[in-house]
Each structure stands twice: as structure tokens, then as C-alpha cells.
């Protein structure tokens, strides 16, 4: 059977399809898959064996997709609340009554101010058409506050647009050639599988692979080596490796001299940075610096996979730049298998204004000021009143694609925010998430199974296309159906409010992009180089690779990249000693998959990892249940004794759903709102907390008072 699908056709006809899919979800892989569909219901779905990034394998959590699909607590019509805000008690309505009320809700708002209204979302799904196109479009004509999707990757992204000139790098397939791959800040096994794949058989052939994490993750012990360094340290390892390099002479002079601008300044800062040095402030063995630089100035080609978990700190974005200069100074890039690979996202050809249509807002802003609202700080900014610098207060946030009550940092602050009665609060998702419950009105939303889409990628660079396998299941409706209706009603008049999903697909990519390639095979691969600067022509202002970057130097920043310190550094803090990190968890994405039984069952319950020095010293048994706190909040969870955690630092595996942890909280409780040096990203792993065994002797006033009185009005602290 060849799998394509045409789905109006094939949904006509009883009997098996195959209709070619994309997966959703934030992954750097971005799978092509198929799903077998009988008369109408989605069997099962599988990797697509054809398209040489997947290879025909997905992951443990997409392989069971129609168990989410179909799972018994999946919205199926238009919910409105009925019990007090954030109980979660609602009625069905006709999705007549929701999105009439809905759209008079924000008619009047927005005819006071359009920038009270906030759009949430970000990547539940990372299609271009039910992620930012007609929800985009909608907003923009309104005049809404516009959101500055930052939460994730955007301290990466800025360090590499600052060095790189964009978010492009080494292909991911040639990772099988290299003779060297460090890894650097992911986890991939756990969420880059595909790459993993390379990686190992890059190590059949004879590559040694370095893993650079404070976590022992599932990955770092299948390196040969693990250098655990402390949270937010990665720019003082990147520098001392410069160090080595340049006092071994392990330099590709050529390379430097023809394809970089700064040297001479980096130069005299990387000689700042001995392993002595960096050694005291990442807390590795300086033997272990300088036998990384070594291996990295002499194994050929060399190749880095960065990844974001390094990023999430104060310092993320120079740490990322500091990462991204190495292999320009040895040359790496001559080679199709040397460099360093953060994200390929820059690489896709997105027509984004015309799928988004930012040129709508001067209608809905009349002569205002745009506002943008970090989503970082939404915490902070629900409960920020009407101000002269900050603009109206906020009165009503649409959120789709995002679980903000569970994946923003100080969720003790974001509850307060959310719980407010005077704020109208719409949420489409599949699930009654934590948000959800916080919603006014709750709409069942369609999930990848049911509508179209169009996909880059940022771990590869192939383009994907998405096509509805089965029709929507009970009253769900697509992101992009919600949004035209809603400017329908809201007298939105504007030709861009009719495109249908197809056309969005199609609009995506323009002509840059062969639609029939997409329709006939679920992918089209991006004519892109192999050894994309192997003579320089990096797409940064000068062309060169930018170890000085002119840029920053203009807005006041440090041109050079530079080891900066946590906000929350190890040692500075007497009440706080332990560093808490909080990657995710295996079996989910984000807060995505943590209700669907299979997979949390292989995850059990909230754990915190930590080292057998720090439990002995506080007498915390295997398994039993401790109180994590920090001024912001407490969190309880399962102590987790285990080699995973190094000394000084422990994991809180993320992100579970408050509802289904054990005091209705989870790791984001202890998380702060703080920025990162570039690009207002977060820093959910640069975070001081202090663990105590649970039970009789841990009582409320151990931790800050403070802590106490700002939370306990809005969150169930545990005592
Ligand atoms: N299974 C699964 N896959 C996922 C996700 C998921 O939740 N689950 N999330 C998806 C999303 S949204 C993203 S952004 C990516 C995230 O995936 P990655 O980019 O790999 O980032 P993280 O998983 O946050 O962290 C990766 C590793 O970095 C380590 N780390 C933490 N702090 C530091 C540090 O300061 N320095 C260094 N060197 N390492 C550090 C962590 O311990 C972790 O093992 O994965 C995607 N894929
Ligand atoms: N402590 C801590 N916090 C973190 C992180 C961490 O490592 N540690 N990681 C951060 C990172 S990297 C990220 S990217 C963010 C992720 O934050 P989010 O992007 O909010 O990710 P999810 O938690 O997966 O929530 C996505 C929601 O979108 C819904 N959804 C999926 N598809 C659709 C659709 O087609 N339509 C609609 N309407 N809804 C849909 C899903 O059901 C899900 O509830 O979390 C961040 N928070
Ligand atoms: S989550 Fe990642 S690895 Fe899993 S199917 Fe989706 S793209 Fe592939
Ligand atoms: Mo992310």
C-alpha cells in the first residue's frame, strides 16, 4: 500500500489507509510518520521508512499516538466554567454559545484597549498552520499584546545568530563520519533520538564521544567520557579549552586568519581562562579540561552537538557563543563532519508575514504602541496593574499550544496570576491541563491526526507535510477553524480570515518549496551544502565568524563572549547550597504525555534526583518523599538517591502536571522569572533550593517566611 492519502477521498472509502503524517511535537527530530487508518479510526501509527531522518523508527511516546488520541479524558465539545476560578468545574455549550461569548468577551476588551488581550501559546504542536497563522493574524488585527516566544531556545538562538549569523549549522547525518562528537548540554537519547542514531555510528567507527552535562543522563553514560560540570559553567570550559588550543598550537591558522573576525581580542580573553581556573569554577578535575581540549585540537574532524539544556542560565547566551567559536579555530568546518549543530531552524525559507500577517496591527492599535509580554515573566505580568511603563493591565489571555501553569517558571506566582476572577481566560487544548483548569471557556482542539500542516525542523532540514488522517474527533475543532470564526464575529473582515488550511500550507514555503513533493512523498529536503562554511560565508554581517561581534559591542554588551555567572550561583547562598536543574523526563515532552497512562507509569512518580554526600548529609533515604524549597515555593516529590546527580547539584525531572504530583505542585514551584544575558530567554537551571526529608521534623517556617506569605494565598503548600 502507498502510503499518501488524499484523506476526503480515503475517508470515503471503508477498508485500511496509510495517510503520511509529521509529527507535532517540540523535537528537534521532526519524524515523518504514517498512520494506518480503518474506517475512519487511526489503527496505529509508525515511523515512515522512507524518509532517511526518521528511518522508519519513532519514539516510545509517538508510537503510542492514538492512545492519546483516543484517550478517554480527551476534550471532545466546548466546556464553559461553572465552579470557582482554577476548580476545573465546567458544562458543555454549544460552540455557537462559546465563541459568540467569547468574541463579545474580547470586543469589548479590545475596544478599550486591544493590548489587554494576551495570546499564550507556544510549541504543543510546531506546525506552521495551527501553531502562528490564523491565531496570529487574528491578534495582529486586533491590536493584542504580542507575546515574545522566548521560553525555550532563544538564549541559543541569539548566541548563535550573534557568532554564526544564524540558526544553521553542521547536517546532522554527517555526525556519522566524525572521529570526535561532543555533547554538549542534550540529552539526546532522550530527546534526540535520531541524532543518537549518528552518534552511534560515528562511535562503530571509532569516534570518541565526550558528554558535557552536570547530569549523568541516560546519554552521558553511554559516552566513553563524562565531564559533569556545574550548572551554567560552559562558557568558562569552552574558554579554557580556547586556552589548550592556543597553547599547544592545535590552531588551523588558515582557517582563522581567512574566515573570522576578533581573533586577536578572543585570544587575549580565551589566555584569561587557564584549566586551573576553569577547573574551580565548573568543579571538574582540571585533568579533565585539558584532556577534552586535547582530544578536541587532535581527533579529526570534530564535531559538537550543542543543545539548549546549556542555555538555560544567566549566561546561556554567551556560553553558546563561547561554544560556537571553537570550530572555527581548528578549522573544523573544512569538513563535512566537523562544526558544531544547535539548531537548523535558520535554514527554512518560511514566508512568516504572510502566513502571520503583522501588517494587520496598525488597525487593531489605532495609533498605540505595540506592547510585548515576555512569556517568561507571565507570573509577574498577570498580576502587574495598569502602569504608565507597563500599559493596561492584562484582562483576558487566549491560550493554545502551551500549558503555561505548568511549564513557566515561579508556577506559584503564574497560579495567582491565572486565578484571578476579573480575567477572562480561553484555553483550546486536547486535555483539561493544569491551565485548563483556570479557563472561563475550554475548546477541544484537534490534534495532529486530524488536520493539516506544514513543518520545518530543528535538528534537520527537510520540510514536512502533514496530512488529517481521520476526521476531527467528537466537536474538536483546529486551532485555525477557532480563529477564523472568531473574526468572523468579531467583524474581522479582512480576505486573510478565509484562507482554508491547504492554502496556509501551501503559503508557508511559497514557491521556495515544490507543494506536489510534499503531497506525493510527506517531505522535500532543503538544497543546503554539506560542509556549509568550509571556505567562511557565514551569514553574519561580515561573513565571517564573529568570535568579536560588533553588534553587541554597539548595544553595550561585551563583544566578546565571557563565562557569566549564575543569578544563583553554587556557594552563594548559605540557606540554598544545592543547584537544582530540571531537564525533562523521558517519557514526556515538556508537560505533553504526562496523562497518558503507559507512558507515566514508566516515569512512576515526580522524582528528585540527588548524590549519596547530599542525602547522607541530610538524612534522606532511597524513595522516601523530600521538601524542596527556595524563597519561591516548596515542592514535594520522591527522592531519588542515584549516580545521576553529582555532588551539589539535584534534578527535578520535569514537566509533571501539577494535578498529578503529590501536593498539586511541580518543579516550576521553584523556578525563577529571571532573563538571560541575550535574547530575554529563561533560566530554569540556574536555581538554588535546599532538600529536607519530609515528616514530622520539616515544618512550615524552616523555609523563608516570605516564601510563605507570597504563595500560600494561591498554592497548596505543603507543609
Ligand atoms: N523526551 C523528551 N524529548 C524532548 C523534550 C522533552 O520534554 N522530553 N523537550 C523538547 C524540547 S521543548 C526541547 S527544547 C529539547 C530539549 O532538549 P535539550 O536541548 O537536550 O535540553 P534539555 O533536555 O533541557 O537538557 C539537556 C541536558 O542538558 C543538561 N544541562 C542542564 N544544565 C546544564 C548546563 O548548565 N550545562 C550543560 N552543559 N548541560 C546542562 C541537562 O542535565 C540535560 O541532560 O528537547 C525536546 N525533546
Ligand atoms: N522546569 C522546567 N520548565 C520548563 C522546561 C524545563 O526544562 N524545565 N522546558 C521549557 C521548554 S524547553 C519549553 S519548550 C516549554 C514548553 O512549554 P509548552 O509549549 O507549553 O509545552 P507543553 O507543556 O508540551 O504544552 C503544550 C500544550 O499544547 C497542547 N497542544 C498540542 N497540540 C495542540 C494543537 O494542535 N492545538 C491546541 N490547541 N493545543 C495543542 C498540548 O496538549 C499541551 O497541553 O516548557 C519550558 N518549561
Ligand atoms: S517526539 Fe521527536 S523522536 Fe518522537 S516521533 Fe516526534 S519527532 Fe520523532
Ligand atoms: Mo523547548
Redesign the pocket.
Request: proline share 9%; aromatic share 12%.
Given at each position: 500500500m502507498t502510503p499518501t492519502g488524499t484523506p476526503s477521498a480515503d475517508l470515503r472509502h471503508a477498508g485500511l489507509t496509510q495517510v503520511l503524517g509529521a509529527c507535532?511535537?517540540?523535537c528537534p527530530d521532526t519524524c515523518s510518520f504514517i498512520t494506518t487508518v480503518e474506517n475512519g479510526v487511526a489503527l496505529k501509527v509508525h515511523g515512515n521508512p522512507e524518509h532517511p531522518h526518521t528511518g522508519g523508527v519513532l519514539c516510545n511516546k509517538v508510537s503510542k499516538y492514538t492512545e492519546r488520541t483516543y484517550h478517554p479524558e480527551r476534550l471532545l465539545q466546548p466546556l464553559k466554567r461553572v465552579g470557582p476560578k482554577g476548580a476545573g468545574q465546567f458544562e458543555p455549550v454549544s460552540w455557537d454559545q462559546a465563541l459568540d461569548d467569547i468574541a463579545a468577551r474580547l470586543g469589548a476588551i479590545a475596544a478599550r484597549d486591544p493590548r489587554a488581550v494576551l495570546p499564550y501559546?507556544?510549541?504543543?504542536?510546531m506546525?506552521m498552520v495551527?501553531?502562528e497563522s490564523m491565531a496570529a493574524r487574528f491578534f495582529h488585527r486586533m491590536g493584542a499584546s504580542l507575546l515574545e516566544r522566548t521560553?525555550?531556545?532563544s538564549a541559543g538562538g541569539e548566541g548563535m545568530v550573534q557568532t554564526l549569523g544564524a540558526k544553521v549549522g553542521m547536517k546532522v547525518e554527517f555526525f556519522a563520519e566524525s572521529q570526535l562528537i561532543l555533547i554538549w548540554g542534550s540529552n539526546s537519547i532522550a530527546s534526540n533520538l535520531h541524532f543518537w542514531r549518528h552518534a552511534q555510528a560515528a562511535k562503530r567507527n571509532g569516534a570518541k564521544l565526550i558528554c558535557i552535562d552536570p547530569r549523568k543522563s541516560e546519554t552521558a553514560e553511554k559516552c566513553h567520557e563524562h565531564i559533569a560540570l556545574l550548572p551554567g559553567t560552559d562558557a568558562a570550559l569552552a574558554l579554557a579549552v580556547m586556552h589548550e588550543l592556543i597553547t599547544h598550537d592545535w590552531l588551523d591558522h588558515d582557517y582563522i586568519a581567512r574566515h573570522t573576525v576578533g581573533w586577536e581580542a578572543l585570544h587575549q580573553r580565551a589566555l584569561q581562562w587557564s584549566p586551573e581556573r576553569a577547573a574551580m569554577v565548573c568543579g571538574v578535575p582540571v585533568e579533565q579540561i585539558r584532556s577534552l581540549a586535547r582530544d578536541y585540537g587532535t581527533r579529526k574532524p570534530a564535531a559538537i552537538r550543542l543543545n539548549?539544556?546549556m542555555q538555560?542560565v544567566r549566561g546561556g547566551g554567551n556560553a553558546t557563543r563561547a561554544v560556537a567559536c571553537l570550530p572555527a579555530l581548528i578549522g573544523a568546518w573544512r569538513h563535512r563532519a566537523g562544526g558544531v549543530l544547535m539548531s537548523s531552524s535558520g535554514s527554512f525559507p518560511v514566508n512568516k508575514a504572510a502566513l502571520q500577517r503583522p501588517d494587520l496591527m496598525a488597525q487593531g492599535l489605532q495609533g498605540r504602541d505595540p506592547r510585548t509580554i515576555n512569556m517568561i515573566t507571565i507570573g509577574d505580568d498577570l498580576l502587574r496593574p495598569a502602569s504608565a511603563a507597563f500599559g493596561p493591565a492584562l484582562e483576558a489571555v487566549v491560550?493554545?499550544?502551551?500549558?503555561?501553569v505548568?511549564?513557566?517558571?515561579e508556577s506559584g506566582k503564574v497560579v495567582q496570576g491565572f486565578a484571578r476572577e476579573d480575567l477572562f481566560t480561553v484555553?483550546?487544548?486536547?486535555?483539561q491541563?493544569d491551565?485548563?483548569d483556570y479557563a472561563d471557556y475550554l475548546?477541544p482542539?484537534?490534534?495532529?491526526l486530524e488536520?493539516w500542516?506544514v513543518h520545518g525542523a530543528y535538528g534537520h532540514t527537510d520540510v514536512l507535510l502533514n496530512r488529517p488522517a481521520i476526521e476531527p474527533v467528537g466537536q474538536a475543532r483546529?486551532?485555525t477553524q477557532?480563529f477564523r470564526d472568531l473574526a468572523l464575529r468579531m467583524g474581522y473582515t479582512d480576505a486573510c480570515f478565509v484562507d482554508d488550511d491547504e492554502a496556509l500550507c501551501r503559503m508557508a514555503y511559497g514557491d521556495k518549496v515544490d507543494f506536489n513533493e510534499l503531497l506525493h512523498k510527506g517531505y522535500a529536503t532543503l538544497a543546503i551544502a554539506d560542509a556549509p562554511f568550509a571556505h567562511g560565508g557565514f551569514p553574519t554581517p561580515s561573513g565571517q565568524c564573529e568570535f568579536f561581534s560588533e553588534r553587541l559591542a554597539a548595544q553595550g554588551l561585551d563583544g566578546l563572549p565571557d563565562h557569566v555567572p549564575n543569578y544563583e550561583t553554587v556557594g552563594s547562598s548559605a540557606a540554598y547550597p544545592l543547584a537544582m536543574?530540571?531537564?525533562?523526563a523521558r517519557n514526556?515532552?515538556?508537560?505533553?504525555?504526562v496523562n497518558v497512562k503507559s507512558l507515566r507509569s514508566i516515569e512512576g512518580e515526580p522524582v528528585l534526583e540527588i548524590h549519596a554526600s547530599d542525602a547522607a548529609a541530610r538524612g534522606i533515604a532511597n524513595g522516601s518523599v523530600v521538601r524542596v524549597f527556595n524563597d519561591r515555593g516548596v515542592y514535594r516529590c520522591k527522592a531519588e538517591v542515584s549516580p545521576r546527580a553529582r555532588p551539589g547539584v539535584v534534578n527535578?525531572l520535569?514537566?509533571w502536571w501539577r494535578k498529578l504530583g503529590l501536593d498539586g505542585t511541580?518543579?516550576?514551584e521553584l523556578?525563577s522569572q529571571h532573563l538571560t544575558d541575550l535574547g530575554h530567554g529563561?533560566v530554569?537551571?540556574d536555581c538554588l533550593v535546599e532538600v529536607q526529608a519530609d515528616g514530622p521534623a520539616a515544618v512550615p517556617g524552616d523555609a523563608p517566611a516570605e516564601a510563605h506569605a507570597d504563595l500560600s494565598a494561591a498554592t497548596p503548600v505543603p507543609v
Open positions: 507535532p511535537h517540540d501559546s507556544y510549541c504543543g504542536t506546525g495551527q501553531g521560553i525555550c531556545a539548549y539544556g538555560r491560550v493554545y499550544n502551551s500549558n503555561p505548568a511549564v513557566a517558571p484555553v483550546l487544548d486536547h486535555f491541563t491551565t485548563a475548546l482542539a484537534t490534534t495532529q488536520h500542516d483546529t486551532n477557532v536543574i530540571s531537564p525533562p514526556f515532552l515538556n508537560s505533553t504525555f527535578g520535569g514537566i511541580n518543579v516550576n523556578t529563561p530554569f537551571y
